[in-house]
């Protein structure tokens, strides 16, 4: 699912690193933070050519995917990985130019101490992006199908919280409190319209099937069944959308 999230949003991928590399000088060096299967990592060495990139994250399947793909993409000499709990002590990262962390900074247990670990990372002057979701995206566009994903989307939201997740946190705030000039603040409204491409609809496939999985003891069976019927007839429906939010905020290490 991450891997098709960076096929699919790569209008607004090119973008949000457009912005980054405005920021940075031409050869910086970059720390993904929860950097996943390598999504922004991979996205940021193919958009910024002269940048060298450490991925970071506590699961190691996940970094071992991503040396992979970048390997095939051919930026593997300019990416290394590096497995760590950032909620722990962190090993030596930096001096950085830009720590990227995209749709990772919910996961971590402590916003404020996570906040003073970039900072020491970053060179003076470097940008720290953060990048958060509202969740999944939206694909259905019937009356029916979109009342379901909607049901299922607030039931996600709801486990995400009961699971101390930090979503919904006002990162730009935090950023300033924690020393950082707020350098920007953007929501992107992701839109594609239909006919989705396949990768799209594969995308649409793989998260309406993800949701089902989740919520099986907490969606009623009628909703988990029309969750897994739209995901079944996805191919054969040319009324699939995508709508994705994307907020992202850039504070600078003064
Ligand atoms: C939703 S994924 C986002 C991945 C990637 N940044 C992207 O945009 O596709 C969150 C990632 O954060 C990682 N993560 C969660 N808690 C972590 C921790 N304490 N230390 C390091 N990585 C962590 C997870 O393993 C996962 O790969």
């Known amino acids: 699912m991450l891997d098709l999230d960076a096929e699919v949003l790569q209008d607004y991928y090119r973008e ?3 912005w980054a590399g405005s920021l940075v000088p031409a050869d910086p060096v970059i720390v993904d933070l929860g950097a996943g299967t390598g999504t922004g990592t ?53 001096p950085a130019d830009l720590a990227w962390a995209s749709a990772s900074m919910h996961h971590l247990a402590d916003p404020a101490r996570t906040l003073g670990q970039v900072r020491e990372v970053l060179r003076p002057g470097g940008v720290f ?6 969740g999944f995206p939206r694909f259905l566009t019937d009356p029916a199908g979109a009342a379901a994903e909607e049901r299922a989307a607030a039931e996600l939201a709801r486990m995400r919280l009961e699971g101390g997740l930090h979503m919904g946190e006002d990162w730009g705030a935090r950023l300033t409190a924690a020393g950082f000039e707020l350098v920007g603040e953007r929501r992107f409204e ?42 079944e007839s996805a191919p054969d429906r040319g009324d699939l959308t995508v709508r994705a939010t994307r907020d992202v905020w850039i504070g600078r290490r003064r």
Do not use: F, N
């Not at 991503?66 to 590096?82: I, S």
């Not at 992006?129 to 509202?134: A, C, Q, V």
């Open 190 to 231: 992701i839109e594609l319209p239909a006919p989705l491409p396949p990768k799209a609809v594969e995308y649409a496939q793989v998260t309406l099937r993800r949701s089902a999985e989740r919520l099986t003891d907490r969606l009623p069976a009628d909703d988990l069944k029309t969750l897994e019927a739209y995901a």
């Open 16 to 18: 949000v690193i457009g």
């Open 42 to 94: 991979i996205a940021l060495a193919r958009h910024l050519p002269g940048a060298t990139l450490t991925a970071v994250d506590v699961a190691e399947e996940m970094l071992a995917h991503l040396r992979e793909r970048a390997a095939e993409a051919g930026v593997g000499d300019r990416v290394r990985t590096v497995r760590a709990d950032l909620d722990g002590e962190w090993p030596p990262l930096g």
């Open 129 to 134: 992006m953060i990048t958060e979701l509202d």
